[in-house]
């Protein structure tokens, strides 16, 4: 069998269904894909935990995800695997379960082959603030694979699994997709189980999929969807159908003005111009629209996810959670010592958020914030009721940054957000997918909806993706190597 016989997660449970292909040899090319992108001086390290060959002996569960090579964010709990967060206070910790969203991918069929490198508790957006070293963009080793998800994004992008989850308090699913080349999908909040999901700000919190396409993100979403009783923000729903082909006839796309500010850059901007050129060529309506509060998302934000994150993080105290040094004497040293082993994101981060909770300032920061939140969701529901269907933007402002750029500057940091914490604030789906490329780097659009539209979301990307393949123009610079596959 050809090295890249197989690369789509729906072609490869066909395939070993049908008995076309052993697991082996599926494992076999992740195994090589992984040496390849781990070789040389600046290698991806885009697992924090891995073991393909164990995974091989395992029997196999029918479903949807029969046999196919799966990653995890190790902030992702998994019973096999170590869960470290990215974090020294977390080193070795091994969990006594799965996580709700690991356990479907297993029962699926799928095998979780490791756990995924990220910014320490998601906490970053470029996977540089990872205790255990960054990881590197596949497209291009000397920048970073954006984050907090970077590991999953690459670890796709690299070609070592089609699917991998991820997760979002602001965009860390999207964001890394974005600059990997990739399609990353945040759901409803509530749509998936954050349970085994290591809280970081529990409103905003999301469990995500990163796929090589929109097709395959699709599958892994619909696999993991679904009530759960040990998450009380989990929806009363069933899964969604996330089957279709997709179309973008009559479709009203909405876009507005605040995502394209005259600080984008500019190859980003005509990348989005000619696709939502594409979009109306094949029946959608361009509509433009106003979400006049955005420009108070990311000061929002950055209130409310350190505040919840405090208040999160208060339990890794080397008593419940967290590595308990030797000799310590009494409590206040235990606490000491064990926090002194966070690092300096997120001792900023907890800094921040105690003191925007503190007595006398929580109304001027957090009440405020929390009042913004509002404004925000009611921006997104005006649009959506105005006939909108969907909303496209470009999924960040730059394209994939240089390593050591941005690590001296928390707010140009924090920045990479802009335009992917809206959809966290106001809980509603949104997906990024390759729209072209920048001096090589890959660029990602944005689509946003209104809340459980997944289906209408994932069909219209499917469209476009499969537009955006067949124009000319952007074939020109292909997104996906033909002849390698990478
Ligand atoms: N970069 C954002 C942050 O640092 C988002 C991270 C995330 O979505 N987990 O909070």
Same mark, same amino acid.
């Given at each position: 069998?050809?090295?890249?016989?197989?690369?789509?997660a729906?072609e490869?449970?066909a395939?070993?269904?049908?008995g076309?292909?052993?697991?082996?040899?599926?494992? /076999?090319? &992740? %195994? +090589? $894909?992984? =040496?390849?992108a781990?070789?040389?001086?600046?290698?991806?390290?885009?697992?924090?935990?891995v073991d393909?060959?164990?995974?091989?002996?395992?029997?196999?569960?029918?479903?949807?995800?029969?046999?196919?090579?799966?990653a995890?964010k190790?902030?992702?709990?998994?019973?096999?695997?170590?869960?470290?967060?990215?974090?020294?206070?977390?080193?070795?910790?091994?969990?006594?379960?799965?996580?709700?969203a690991?356990t479907?991918?297993r029962?699926?069929?799928?095998?979780?082959?490791?756990?995924?490198n990220?910014?320490?508790?998601?906490?970053?957006?470029s996977?540089?603030?990872?205790?255990?070293?960054?990881?590197?963009?596949?497209?291009?080793?000397?920048?970073?694979p954006?984050?907090?998800? /970077?590991? &999953? %994004? +690459? $670890?796709? =992008?690299?070609?070592?699994?089609?699917?991998?989850?991820?997760?979002?308090?602001?965009?860390?699913?999207?964001?890394?997709?974005a600059?990997?080349?990739?399609?990353?999908?945040?759901?409803?909040?509530?749509?998936?189980?954050?349970y085994?999901?290591?809280?970081?700000?529990s409103?905003?919190?999301?469990?995500?999929?990163?796929?090589r396409t929109?097709d395959?993100?699709?599958l892994?979403?619909?696999?993991v969807?679904?009530?759960?009783?040990?998450?009380?923000t989990?929806?009363?729903?069933?899964?969604?159908?996330?089957?279709g082909?997709?179309?973008?006839e009559?479709?009203?796309?909405?876009?507005?003005?605040?995502?394209?500010?005259d600080?984008?850059?500019?190859g980003?901007a005509?990348?989005?111009r000619? %696709?939502l050129?594409?979009?109306?060529?094949?029946?959608?309506?361009?509509?433009?629209?106003?979400?006049?509060?955005?420009?108070?998302?990311?000061?929002a934000?950055?209130?409310?996810?350190?505040?919840?994150?405090?208040s999160?993080?208060?339990?890794?105290d080397?008593?419940?959670?967290?590595v308990?040094?030797?000799?310590?004497?009494?409590a206040?040293?235990?606490?000491?010592r064990?926090?002194a082993?966070?690092?300096?994101?997120?001792?900023?981060r907890?800094?921040?958020?105690?003191y925007a909770?503190?007595a006398?300032?929580?109304?001027?920061y957090?009440?405020?914030?929390?009042?913004?939140?509002?404004?925000?969701?009611?921006?997104?529901?005006?649009?959506?009721?105005?006939g909108?269907?969907?909303?496209?933007?470009p999924?960040?402002p730059?394209?994939?940054?240089?390593?050591?750029?941005?690590?001296?500057?928390?707010?140009e940091?924090?920045?990479?957000?802009v335009?992917?914490v809206?959809?966290?604030?106001a809980?509603?789906?949104?997906?990024?997918?390759?729209?072209?490329r920048?001096?090589g780097?890959?660029?990602?659009?944005?689509?946003?909806?209104?809340?459980?539209?997944?289906?209408?979301?994932?069909?219209?990307?499917?469209?476009?993706?499969?537009?955006?393949?067949?124009?000319p123009?952007?074939?020109?610079?292909?997104?996906?190597n033909?002849?390698?596959?990478?």
């Amino acid at each position: 069998m050809s090295p890249r016989a197989y690369r789509s997660a729906r072609e490869i449970a066909a395939a070993v269904q049908a008995g076309d292909v052993a697991v082996t040899d599926i494992l /076999g090319q &992740s %195994a +090589a $894909a992984l =040496a390849e992108a781990d070789q040389g001086p600046e290698p991806i390290n885009a697992f924090l935990s891995v073991d393909i060959n164990r995974s091989a002996g395992a029997e196999l569960r029918p479903g949807p995800l029969t046999g196919v090579p799966v990653a995890v964010k190790d902030n992702i709990v998994t019973i096999d695997f170590p869960t470290t967060c990215g974090s020294r206070i977390l080193e070795g910790y091994q969990s006594p379960f799965d996580a709700t969203a690991v356990t479907r991918l297993r029962a699926a069929g799928a095998v979780v082959i490791g756990k995924t490198n990220l910014d320490e508790f998601g906490m970053g957006s470029s996977t540089e603030f990872s205790a255990y070293g960054p990881t590197r963009n596949p497209v291009d080793r000397s920048r970073v694979p954006g984050g907090s998800s /970077g590991g &999953s %994004a +690459a $670890a796709v =992008a690299a070609g070592v699994v089609p699917i991998a989850l991820g997760s979002e308090t602001g965009g860390s699913v999207r964001q890394p997709a974005a600059f990997c080349g990739v399609v990353g999908i945040k759901p409803t909040y509530g749509r998936v189980s954050r349970y085994g999901l290591v809280a970081y700000a529990s409103s905003l919190d999301h469990i995500g999929v990163v796929g090589r396409t929109v097709d395959d993100a699709a599958l892994g979403l619909q696999v993991v969807s679904g009530h759960d009783p040990r998450d009380s923000t989990s929806a009363l729903r069933e899964p969604p159908s996330l089957e279709g082909t997709g179309s973008l006839e009559g479709l009203v796309i909405g876009v507005p003005s605040e995502y394209f500010p005259d600080s984008l850059n500019p190859g980003i901007a005509a990348n989005c111009r000619a %696709a939502l050129r594409l979009m109306e060529d094949r029946g959608a309506e361009i509509r433009e629209v106003s979400l006049p509060s955005t420009r108070y998302a990311i000061p929002a934000y950055y209130i409310i996810a350190p505040a919840e994150a405090s208040s999160n993080l208060s339990r890794y105290d080397g008593v419940r959670y967290g590595v308990r040094p030797p000799d310590v004497k009494g409590a206040t040293e235990l606490y000491e010592r064990t926090r002194a082993l966070f690092g300096p994101e997120v001792k900023r981060r907890i800094m921040l958020g105690t003191y925007a909770l503190s007595a006398g300032y929580y109304d001027a920061y957090y009440g405020r914030a929390q009042r913004v939140r509002g404004l925000i969701v009611r921006d997104f529901d005006w649009v959506f009721a105005s006939g909108v269907d969907l909303i496209f933007t470009p999924t960040a402002p730059t394209t994939a940054f240089r390593l050591g750029e941005r690590l001296d500057d928390p707010f140009e940091m924090y920045l990479s957000d802009v335009f992917t914490v809206t959809a966290n604030l106001a809980g509603i789906p949104a997906l990024s997918l390759p729209i072209g490329r920048v001096d090589g780097l890959p660029v990602g659009g944005q689509l946003m909806g209104p809340r459980w539209s997944e289906p209408l979301l994932v069909n219209a990307a499917r469209a476009l993706e499969r537009e955006l393949a067949s124009d000319p123009s952007f074939a020109a610079a292909p997104l996906v190597n033909q002849e390698t596959g990478r």
